[in-house]
């Protein structure tokens, strides 16, 4: 499906997604057509779950693994937004925590990892920890609220940015993308520097806004 036919459809769901994020999910398809399946973690009413499913060059094969507890009473809606995006038949809903479900994962192939789950340093981390290492190489990991929530900051700066084997794919409003590799390279150490000077600016105020300039590495719009 278009980028423009899935916003319309994403857009009417309620959700928590900014409204430039989805296009962003969408095209994170595009590294990883083929390398395995797609988890997310925290998929409330299904909007992001949406985004995901159509992914741009995406494999239709592929399955999105939902995993949320439903907190918040969620999962008849959920299931009604993803019959209206008719995406339904594509996505396995998994009802429980996300380390619970970790702990069961049958140990198939992630192309992309979707953390977008409880907030908090804490359960960011948890979620992290938990899936990363289902990830294949070439897959890409995205953490939502990664200005707006603290402790998803500290995530990156803490565990992310320091890591050999993640790369910097980009950054997109809230959502920071990285790219499982075997090692990271003279190009993707510097742009881990320049993301981390950005990412000390915006702290700092004086830069207001996310690093745009470290948008997704091939123009989605
Ligand atoms: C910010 S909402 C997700 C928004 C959604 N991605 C969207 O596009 O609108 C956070 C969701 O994470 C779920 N959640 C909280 N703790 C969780 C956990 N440990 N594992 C999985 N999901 C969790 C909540 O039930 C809630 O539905």
Redesign the pocket.
């Known amino acids: 499906m278009s980028i423009k036919e899935t916003k319309k459809i994403a857009d009417a769901v309620e ?3 900014g409204s430039r994020e989805g296009a962003y999910l969408y095209s994170l398809a595009e590294f990883t057509g083929g390398l395995g399946d797609v988890v997310e ?5 299904g ?2 779950t949406i985004w995901l499913a159509h992914g741009r060059k995406g494999n239709p094969a592929e399955k999105i693994f939902a ?6 009473g ?1 999962e008849e809606k959920f299931r009604q937004n993803l019959k209206t995006a008719q995406v339904e038949d594509r996505v396995v809903p998994i009802v429980e ?3 619970q479900a970790a702990q069961k994962w049958n140990g198939g192939r992630i192309a992309r990892l979707w953390i ?3 907030h908090t340093y804490h ?1 960011a981390r948890t ?1 992290f920890v938990s899936w990363e290492r289902f990830v294949v190489e070439g897959g890409v990991i995205a953490f939502h609220e990664t200005y707006s929530w603290e402790g998803v900051r500290r995530l990156v700066d803490e565990e992310i940015l320091p890591n050999e084997k993640l790369a910097i794919l980009g950054q997109w409003d809230s959502i920071c993308a990285v790219k499982k590799v075997s090692h990271l390279s003279a190009f993707a150490r510097q742009k881990k520097r320049l993301f981390s000077q950005a990412q000390m600016s915006v702290q700092s105020g004086q830069i207001g806004a996310p690093p745009l300039a470290f948008a997704a590495e091939k123009n989605f719009a």
């Open positions: 959700g928590y997604l973690i925290g998929r409330y009413k909007k992001s995993v949320d507890p439903h907190l918040y969620t925590p996300s380390a977008d789950g409880g359960e979620d």
